[in-house]
Each structure stands twice: as C-alpha cells, then as structure tokens.
Antibody
Framework: EVQLVESGGDLVQPGGSLRLSCAAS????????MSWVRQAPGKGLEWVSA???????YYADSVKGRFTISRDTSENTLYLQMNSLRADDTAVYYC????????????WGQGTLVTVSS | DIQMTQSPSSLSASVGDRVTITCRAS??????LNWYQQKPGKPPNLLIY???SLQSGVPSRFSGSGSGRDFTLTISGLQPEDFASYYC????????FGGGTKVEIK
C-alpha cells in the first residue's frame, strides 16, 4: 500500500528555517516523480517544488532561491528545506506522488502545518 | 504560468442533484486536466485525470469532459459524501490549480 507521511511542520519566526520530511512506503522515491504542494489556511492549492527521478528539480517562482527539495533514497524520504521564511509561506504542506512522468498527483500525504509568525 | 479559472466558487445543491463545475485555462492545455476532491482537514483526492479518465476506485457518478481551454466536472446524482471542495489542475506545464468550488448542502 502506498503511503506518504509528512513531518517537520512547526511555528517559526519570519526569516527562520525549517526542514520538512515525507517518508514514503509502498513504492520507491528514487524511481518516482514527487512534489510538494501547499495550501494556505482557507485557500486553494499551490504547487511548490518537484523532484524528478533523474535528479532534476523544479521550483515555483514564489519559493525559488529560498526552498530546496532533496531526497534520501536509503531512507525512501523526500525533503523540503525552507529558508528565509515569510508570513505568506504559512500553509499546510503536502507531499504528493506523480503518475509516471506526468504532473498528475495520485497519492498525497496528510500534510504538515507550517506557521510563520512572530 | 497557465491560469486556471473555476466557476462557480461555491454552490448549494441537494442529494440526488446533477452538479456541473467548469474550469477554463488561460491557454490551450489539450486534455491535460485533472480534478480533485478535498474534504475539510484531508488531502486532495484524485477523481479524474486526462480530462475524462476516471481514477481507480472513484464512483462512476463522477465524469469529466472537455479539451483545449474549457473543461467540466459533472456529478450525476449527488451523494451526502460528495459535499466537499473540488479543484481542477492543469498538467500541461508547471502545475497550477483552479481556485476551487465548494459544494454545500442546500
């Protein structure tokens, strides 16, 4: 059974850093395309970053230069390092698996809440 | 980025109703359009991919249509468990989502 479990969300001050983790089971992260998608409180969905199986990474303009996506194949885990956090980064962050090489998301984690506030 | 515009942003309907939600892309995306259902406090759940293909395990009362710029999600015979928010998402380029449609009980 495919499962994604996020962790690492917390309350952090503006300008601070946080690292999110997404532990995968039932499939291998190394052979999959994976993304982070966020949802601000009461708002819609926003794609944040993707890690493709070959190692290529992509970022939304809103986080480029501040966030870094990575993976640990030995741990079968996806990460999102978030630096220079701003209030508008406050959201539930979901990791999601993509179907093949598409940007269609077939499995999602339960999400982890990041709150940026002083 | 391709902008996705959903309408309506909310609607009220009764059990058994036929419900239609539309999504328009700012440029042609062929059939690269997905629909998700999201319930409060839960992650999105894929319903329809490639505009009209039903994801495994999704009830057949859900259907999708369209191509190019205009797409539709139809729920034929609304059930109590269908009251939720629905999002379209284009998978033609860097993914973007519509603003969502909240389906509420009339």
């Amino acid at each position: 059974e495919v499962q994604l479990v996020e962790s690492g969300g917390d309350l952090v001050q503006p300008g601070g850093s946080l690292r999110l983790s997404c532990a995968a089971s039932g499939f291998t992260v190394s052979s999959s395309y994976m993304s982070w998608v966020r949802q601000a409180p009461g708002k819609g969905l926003e794609w944040v970053s993707a890690f493709y199986s070959g190692g290529t990474t992509y970022y939304a303009d809103s986080v480029k230069g501040r966030f870094t996506i990575s993976r640990d194949t030995s741990e079968n885990t996806l990460y999102l390092q978030m630096n220079s956090l701003r209030a508008d980064d406050t959201a539930v962050y979901y990791c999601a698996r993509q179907i093949g090489r598409s940007t269609t998301f077939d499995y999602w984690g339960q999400g982890t809440l990041v709150t940026v506030s002083s | 980025d391709i902008q996705m515009t959903q309408s309506p942003s909310s609607l009220s309907a009764s059990v058994g109703d036929r419900v239609t939600i539309t999504c328009r892309a700012s440029q042609s995306i062929s059939s690269a359009l997905n629909w998700y259902q999201q319930k409060p406090g839960k992650p999105p759940n894929l319903l329809i991919y490639a505009a009209s293909s039903l994801q495994s395990g999704v009830p057949s009362r859900f259907s999708g249509s369209g191509s190019g710029r205009d797409f539709t999600l139809t729920i034929s015979g609304l059930q109590p468990e269908d009251f939720a928010s629905y999002y379209c998402q284009q998978s033609y380029t860097t993914p973007t989502f519509g603003g969502g449609t909240k389906v509420e009980i009339k």
